[in-house]
């Protein structure tokens, strides 16, 4: 098949963090013998690039329609629609056989999922009310719906009133050839925790510095950037926290061995369809502390993989934090199941086949 992906997000030289959950999978597609390329619309000059070995067209629309009718694509994925971005304009104005992959926001009422605070909360709201009602007709032209995971699948049908004839859920893959142990694993008595994410509200970092605030056996690594990085800087001196905050993005190449530096991860999010970077770690054999938030819980599994704590809950969450460090080695024996468990629910090995078949469906 020619697969033409439309996305905002993708990895360049440039800025190697983003989107690399649609090169994982632009890479799988191309292994497998099929011919990919990515359409990204951006205003200023035409560019053609390559990241990985996947060309890049990257464009304003009207020059990037002509390429993707010269590429003359089989079908066409289209990953994060948000209505009116320039990727979703350009595959709705194609004759092609389309599927849309939903990972979260663009299907959201963000208000409702920590995405916000103070009045920029109710402002979003009559945005989100015009964004859903462009996604439903939107999503109603498309061939296929994919989502990320079922909860994410059940907020956006609820979220837009509205189920597509031809849904699936497909988790983001993981690649559990790079993500995997690189060594075997000789827990000491001080267990080093990880979180590796973007420092905004939603992903609940402030929950965890609280957390960690009356916590002495152990220590927290954050690693990202975001807008909320002086607030939990601020956060941490005040607390006294053993939390150390590294401002900086990682490129993906480099995140097996950064996350094989540490004992669990930690995930305290409001809201989450999957967590990517989670399972990640799950795959090089970390176990979890994490909330039961959005599709967190189709991943982790209570006491197997790690241990789950309320939303929002900063002492339910240190909780469980506690019960994961208090016994280093059933921590131990939870990341290997937590390796298995991602093996065999979100490996690239499982649901790339699952993802071409269903292309391949579209194109027929």
């Not at 990320?148 to 956006?156: H, L």
């Not at 540490?262 to 970390?286: H, I, K, S």
Request: net charge neutral; glycine share 8%.
């Amino acid at each position: 098949m020619r697969i033409a992906i439309f996305t905002e997000y993708y990895p360049d030289h440039d800025d190697p963090a983003s989107g690399v959950y649609v090169h994982l999978r632009a890479a799988a597609y191309r292994a497998t013998g099929h011919i990919v390329q990515v359409f990204r619309v951006r205003e200023g000059p035409s560019r053609e690039v390559e990241y990985g070995g996947i060309p890049i067209a990257t464009a304003e629309a009207v020059a990037l329609r002509a390429a993707v009718e010269s590429f003359a694509p089989d079908v066409a994925a289209v990953h994060t629609p948000y209505p009116g971005a320039g990727h979703t304009r350009l595959a709705e104005s194609i004759e092609i056989p389309t599927a849309f992959w939903i990972h979260g926001y663009e299907a959201m009422i963000t208000a409702f999922h920590g995405y916000h605070r103070g009045l920029a909360r109710v402002l979003s709201l009559f945005h989100d009310i015009a964004k859903l009602r462009r996604l439903r007709r939107s999503i109603a032209r498309a061939d296929a719906i994919v989502y990320v995971s079922q909860w994410m699948r059940r907020t956006a049908e609820r979220s837009l009133r509205y189920r597509h004839p031809r849904t699936h859920v497909i988790p983001n893959p993981v690649d559990t050839e790079r993500f995997r142990p690189q060594t075997e694993r000789q827990r000491g008595s001080r267990l080093r925790g990880l979180a590796l994410r973007g420092l905004n509200s939603k992903y609940g970092l402030d929950l965890a510095v609280e957390a960690y605030g009356r916590i002495g056996d152990s220590d927290l690594t954050i690693v990202g950037t975001g807008p909320d990085a002086d607030r939990l800087l601020e956060q941490i001196q005040s607390t006294g926290a053993p939390v150390e905050l590294e401002q900086r993005r990682v490129p993906h190449d480099d995140v097996p061995a950064l996350i094989n530096r540490f004992d669990y991860f930690v995930a305290p999010a409001r809201t989450e369809a999957q967590g990517v970077a989670m399972c990640e770690a799950m795959a090089c054999g970390l176990p979890v502390a994490a909330t039961r938030a959005g599709g967190i819980p189709e991943f982790v599994r209570e006491g197997e993989d790690g241990y789950l704590a309320r939303p929002g809950s900063a002492a339910e969450f240190r909780r469980a934090v506690l019960d994961l460090i208090d016994d280093p080695q059933r921590a131990l024996a939870m990341g290997r199941n937590a390796r298995e468990h991602v093996l065999e629910t979100c490996s690239a090995a499982v649901l790339i086949p699952r993802e071409l078949e269903l292309l391949s469906e579209i194109a027929e």
